[in-house]
């Protein structure tokens, strides 16, 4: 992603220590030594990826811009992205030029603004002052001498793997939201609101005018990528559309990239994978990041602590208890500073809820959606009925629509999606992953995301326009089989068609409780296993928990992902000591 860390000089007491730190953090992290400048009463850190990647710092006398992430700007990356940023007439931002996910710092004409991308995607930390301003996690807690676990946000990673909105797991620390443009002067730090408005209904026009449409969406940010980069791209393919859409998109735009698919040797996603490589003429390399043999005993902590590092603390899925697979794979995407590129999001052009075709209100969407705990795992400092009513806050929120409790329309619940899901879910893996190298995720580039906010919901249905679109751009890719069943030169299958219909038509209620059924029904639990197992386990953290114990009846958890993300909000207090408090 590079890196920044910002903090506000005027009171030195708080300045040099932080500075200090967050140097020491992005060197235990894996950067090279940050370069430091001062921005109008500011001081920045700034270091640039970490395998290698565009330039992402451009100073021009008292002008500067610094990037962290994958900026594209007038269809530019690197040092073009940067020039072109520099001449925008800030406070205004013309998001028509910008795309890609970041965070950027402009000084220009003696003023210094800071902001993310459209979604806020790429992560950007601060303190609950907004003295600090940090891309990593560890360097904002660092930086604070006390730290308190927010409840609804523990709760929300453990159920759901990552916290969203604006919160994370600290009480103290905040994300910069996707609305807020901040100007960074001697006296602190202030506030603009930004509109960044979507679509919010469904147009009719003409399949192939809509066709055509969406592929200069695509064409253009993904055009962008493959002038800077070339073959020098890492694509995902597996049996699913997205891959599929994003390989497309690819070869359409002229790249030729390293074509690659995870999983055992038994995976569906691998046989299609590497079937569709040898009809189409490309090598697909197969990568089992299972067979990678994990540390010994002895070797463990040191692995964990790795991971700790490589992972901000935090993984998307609370992985830092595994064998290092995980950050070989990373690296080998990035080799030489390559791109890697990623389908994530694609279900901007499904129904990712599976939800009716009909209003529905915010706290529909909670409990059919993120109600995914057995009530018999949590203490007595679990509301329910706070902890959904604050998912249906946050919902709301990232629409807009604060304490609208009725029923919203339908093209804006799939506005949830890009607003609150991809965000936080996606995001923090751009802004893991981005740290090491350029990473492209066209599907949560805002103009393509306002494209797919005015498809019909009956096109949405079973990947049929997503499906359309893969056609469009490589008809030779789309006529492979598919783990639906079926290629995508052909309408979506029965099988396909009734499995998404039968989850669309369950009652909100029963959807809502179907976790802790399925945990109730469940039988043979002997524990966790691998390197969950307390014989590793014990090695890194108390298995009493201390710090998680006031959450959770950790004996009852009967499920492993979230036993290890449990277990990964531990470590991370055992980590920080005793600036940790509650």
Not at 66 to 72: E, H, M, N, P
Not at 169 to 187: H, M, S
Not at 218 to 241: E, K, N, Q, T
Request: with cysteine; hydrophobic share 45%; charged share 25%.
């Amino acid at each position: 992603m590079a890196g920044l860390f910002l903090v506000r000089g005027s009171d030195p007491g708080v300045a040099g220590p932080a500075l200090a730190s967050a140097r020491a953090q992005f060197g235990r992290h894996g950067f090279a030594a940050p370069s430091e400048h001062v921005v109008g009463g500011w001081t920045l850190l700034h270091a640039p990826h970490i395998i290698g990647g565009p330039e992402s710092l451009f100073v021009r006398g008292d002008d500067l811009v610094a990037v962290a992430g994958t900026l594209v700007c007038d269809g530019k990356l690197g040092r073009g992205a940067l020039e072109a940023l520099l001449t925008m007439d800030l406070p205004r931002i013309d998001w028509s030029r910008i795309g890609g996910q970041f965070v950027a710092l402009v000084r220009r004409g003696g003023r210094t603004f800071l902001f993310t991308d459209f979604f806020a995607a790429f992560q950007l930390f601060r303190d609950s002052e907004a003295r600090i301003f940090s891309t990593s996690f560890l360097a904002a807690a660092e930086a604070l001498p006390r730290l308190h676990f927010d409840a609804q946000a523990v709760y929300e990673m453990a159920f759901n793997v990552v916290p969203i909105g604006d919160d994370t797991v600290f009480a103290e620390i905040k994300l910069v939201g996707p609305n807020a443009l901040i100007e960074l002067d001697a006296d602190g730090a202030v506030f603009h609101t930004l509109a960044k408005p979507l679509p919010d209904t469904a147009i009719d026009l003409p399949l192939a005018e809509r066709i055509a449409a969406h592929r200069t969406k695509l064409d253009a940010i993904i055009g962008a990528h493959v002038a800077a980069y070339g073959d020098r791209i890492c694509c995902p393919l597996s049996g699913g559309l997205d891959s599929r859409l994003l390989l497309a998109g690819l070869r359409a735009a002229g790249s030729r990239p390293h074509v690659y698919v995870y999983g055992r040797a038994d995976s569906e996603d691998v046989a299609i994978g590497r079937a569709i490589g040898a009809a189409e003429g490309f090598k697909v390399e197969w990568v089992d990041k299972s067979a990678v043999p994990p540390p010994g005993p002895e070797a463990y902590a040191e692995r964990v602590a790795r991971n700790f590092q490589d992972y901000d603390g935090l993984p998307v899925y609370g992985e830092i208890f595994e064998s290092g697979a995980n950050a070989a794979a990373r690296d080998a995407r990035h080799p030489g500073g390559a791109l890697a590129a990623s389908g994530g999001c694609g279900e901007i052009f499904r129904n990712f809820f599976y939800l009716p075709d009909r209003p529905v209100s915010a706290a529909v969407v909670a409990r059919t959606f993120f109600a995914r705990y057995d009530r018999g795992d949590l203490t007595g400092a679990f509301d329910d009925k706070a902890f959904l009513r604050g998912i249906e806050d946050k919902i709301l929120a990232a629409l807009g629509r604060a304490g609208d409790r009725g029923r919203l329309p339908r093209p804006l619940v799939e506005h949830i999606y890009p607003r609150l899901r991809c965000r936080s879910f996606f995001g923090r893996e751009i802004s893991l992953e981005a740290r090491y190298g350029p990473y492209l995720m066209p599907f949560l580039d805002h103009q393509v995301v306002a494209g797919a906010m005015t498809l019909p919901m009956a096109l949405k249905h079973a990947g049929r326009f997503e499906a359309m679109l893969v056609a469009a751009l490589d008809p030779s890719l789309a006529r492979h089989m598919s783990a639906y069943g079926h290629g995508f030169d052909t309408p979506p299958g029965l099988r396909h068609r009734l499995s998404e219909w039968s989850t669309r038509m369950r009652p909100a209620r029963l959807r809502q409780h179907s976790y802790a059924l399925q945990r109730r029904l469940q039988r043979g639990w002997a524990g966790p296993t691998g390197l969950m197992a307390s014989d590793y386990l014990g090695r890194v953290i108390d298995l009493e928990h201390p710090a998680m114990r006031r959450f959770f009846r950790i004996e009852r958890v009967q499920d492993q992902g979230m036993l290890m993300r449990i277990a990964n909000l531990e470590y991370l207090a055992k980590s920080l000591g005793s600036r940790v408090i509650g």
